[in-house]
């Protein structure tokens, strides 16, 4: 097990190319050496978002409002209520970040990602 470069974060498999909580590059150790075989190469956004709340950069999470308990416990009261309910809870999902649970997760090759990223205003 090794730190990530990046973030820091311990509890990545040696032979991991890819933290698993920034998505860093992880250059991969040369045999019998300690020292990495490479320098780091730069993120591949292509496949990530960013939040613009937090800054979390990875994949966003699938979200649903309301509570499934209070959803079985109104259908077992009454179907009507249940219903609209359900409705209710199928119309309110998003998809936002996991760190912070907002929905202002933007894809990272967006110039707007890009220049909050890099520093660049």
Same mark, same amino acid.
């Given at each position: ?9 311990? $509890?990545?498999?040696?032979?991991? /190319? ?16 300690? !020292? ?11 496949? !990530? ?10 994949? *966003? ?6 509570? !499934?308990? !209070? ?26 970040? *996991? ?9 990272? /090759? ?8 890099? $520093?660049?205003?």
């Amino acid at each position: 097990m090794r730190d990530c470069p990046e973030c820091g974060k311990s $509890g990545i498999k040696d032979s991991a /190319t890819m933290c698993r909580y920034c998505h860093q590059t992880i250059p991969v150790a040369a045999e019998g050496s300690s !020292l990495p075989a490479a320098t780091p190469q730069p993120k591949d956004f292509s496949k !990530l978002w960013y939040c613009d709340h937090c800054g979390f950069i990875g994949q *966003p999470r699938r979200y649903t409002k309301g509570s !499934l308990v !209070l959803e079985v416990f109104l259908y077992f009261l009454m179907i009507f209520p249940g219903i609209i309910y359900s409705l209710w809870r199928l119309t309110s999902k998003f998809t936002g970040c *996991p760190k912070c649970a907002t929905q202002n997760m933007m894809p990272a /090759t967006t110039p707007k990602a890009q220049a909050a990223i890099t $520093g660049k205003a």
